[in-house]
């Protein structure tokens, strides 16, 4: 089986209108790397969107929104053409299990997650005592939604879900966004200048949009505020506690483990997994087998657990990642960067495989193979 997945915001939507895996393009896209807004995800004037918003604003006044709110609201933000070229052009986006969790439970994202578990132990366990998930589910979806606070999004919430409301494709679900992103506003939780996400309209260290926030946000330091956004990631940890909790978490049970026989095998060849009620809670939070796998494998390796025995097979080329980590390795060494070598054949890496074939006269194809591997062996 293949992992599909559909893009939003910075990460993937699912049934529950949570979202996946922040950067997720493997040595393409490296997570945790800060990049700057493309000028397309800048606010550009639009004839069309200016009668939509005042059409719009007639319907928020007459469902509670303050004209003053709507004035801040709306202050600053504008139509974003590279929020509709990315909503038109997603398109199903397929790995392999083997891939995603190369992306999901790098050796980097490892890290960092150990890392910022030590920092945040105190709270962690704290959320874990009160809500009953486990600290290191509650790590692991930060880790996944935002590489742990590193891509939380800067794009204006009100411009991305205004824009994708007037350009219609799903206008009515991102109309009910923008209305819960002004009401959120309205109530004090954060200035509108404040409020950013994904180019999609997800929020925070965990990514919530609007409406989810309006439903399961929690305001674990008392402050009056229920800050997702801030560096503190305290009440966006918390919230994410929260959802689970109410969306089945079961204390004291394993989200699931690997199994030498029957169980859940996502890949053909690949592992199997027993999995339990919690497996189905994490899904609740996105509504893919990979990510609730990436989420449960990523916190057990936090907790000290090793990587998974079993094997996957070769790749459809005949490669195995061992081979596909040396043919990266190799062709950066021959002078065809691929960003990075993790195994996870993305564009960045057809990109140099297509350069190294132009420069040596061979068919350009841009596929990794055998043939090629042995090349740069």
């Known amino acids: 089986m293949m992992v599909n997945r559909r893009h939003f915001g910075t990460g993937m939507i699912a049934a ?11 040595a393409d896209d490296r997570a945790g790397r800060a990049a700057p807004v493309a000028n397309d995800l800048r606010p550009t004037r639009n004839a ?15 469902q509670g929104i303050s004209a003053q709110t709507l004035s801040r609201g709306f202050r600053g933000t504008g139509y974003l053409p590279g929020v509709v070229r990315r909503d038109r052009n997603q398109v199903e986006f397929k790995r392999s299990l083997e891939d995603y969790l190369s992306i999901a439970v790098s050796d980097e994202r490892l890290r960092k997650g150990r890392a910022a578990f030590g920092r945040h132990r105190g709270l962690l366990r704290d959320l874990e005592g009160r809500y009953g998930v486990d600290a290191e589910i509650i790590c692991a979806i930060w880790g996944l939604e935002s590489f742990f606070g590193e891509r939380r999004g800067d794009i204006s919430v009100v411009s991305a879900t205004s824009t994708l409301a007037y350009d219609g494709r799903r206008g009515r679900f991102f109309e009910q966004q923008l209305i819960a992103a002004l009401r959120i506003v309205q109530n004090g939780d954060i200035p509108a200048s404040r409020m950013v996400g994904s180019w999609a309209g997800a929020m925070g260290h965990t990514q919530f949009i609007p409406t989810s926030y309006q439903q ?4 674990y330091t008392g402050d009056g505020r229920r800050d997702i956004w801030s560096d503190d990631p305290s009440d966006a940890l918390a919230s994410t506690a929260a959802y689970l909790q109410r969306n089945g978490w079961q204390r ?20 199997r997994f027993a999995t339990t009620a919690n497996f189905r809670a994490i899904k609740r939070y996105n ?40 043919l990266q390795r190799g062709l950066t060494a021959a002078g065809f960067d691929t960003g990075g070598a ?20 061979l068919e350009v194809t841009g596929v990794p193979s055998p043939a090629l591997l042995r090349m740069l062996s």
């Not at 399961?216 to 305001?219: M, R, S, T």
């Not at 394993?254 to 859940?264: F, H, P, Q, Y």
């Not at 993790?342 to 006269?361: E, H, L, Y």
Request: glycine content about 20%; aromatic content about 8%; proline content about 5%.
């Open 16 to 26: 529950s209108g949570m979202v996946l895996l922040a950067g997720c393009g493997g």
């Open 48 to 62: 069309g969107y200016a009668r939509w918003v005042d059409g719009f604003q007639a319907r928020a006044l007459g």
């Open 216 to 219: 399961f946000a929690v305001d």
């Open 252 to 271: 004291g049970v394993r989200w699931g483990r690997e199994t030498d026989s029957g169980g859940l095998q996502p890949q053909a060849g690949g592992p």
């Open 287 to 326: 509504n893919s087998d990979a990510y609730a796998i990436g989420v449960g494998h990523l916190a057990d390796r936090i907790a000290g657990g090793g990587p998974l025995r079993a094997d996957f097979p070769p790749d459809a080329n005949g490669l195995t990642k061992r081979d596909r980590v040396a």
């Open 342 to 361: 993790d195994g996870v054949i993305g564009p960045k890496s057809q990109a140099a495989i297509r350069a190294f074939q132009r420069a040596r006269g």
